[in-house]
């Protein structure tokens, strides 16, 4: 099985989370940022700066959005995947 590596946020306490297909992994960290990762590719396919660092992030069931949660407060993303409309 091949690796990659996710090793772009700036500060610790990454958090990284697989989406139910496991197409897409979302990561959080204490840098401000949201980051949408394609798996087979290796690719960051968004990059999002909020408001403050992040602790948490979850896909939501229909596996199109996610929701991360931080000291700034709560994000909710809708993603529109290439061939979706």
Do not use: N
């Not at 204490?30 to 798996?39: H, P």
């Not at 403050?52 to 929701?67: F, N, Q, S, T």
């Amino acid at each position: 099985m091949d690796h990659i590596g996710i090793d772009v946020h700036k500060l610790h306490s990454q958090i990284c989370i697989l989406s139910e297909d496991g197409a897409l992994i979302a990561s959080v960290s204490q840098d401000k940022m949201i980051r949408i990762w394609d798996l087979a590719a290796g690719q960051c396919l968004t990059a999002l700066c909020v408001d403050g660092a992040l602790e948490d992030v979850a896909w939501l069931p229909d596996g199109e959005r996610l929701v991360a949660a931080g000291a700034g407060g709560m994000y909710f993303l809708s993603l529109r995947r290439p061939g979706s409309g």
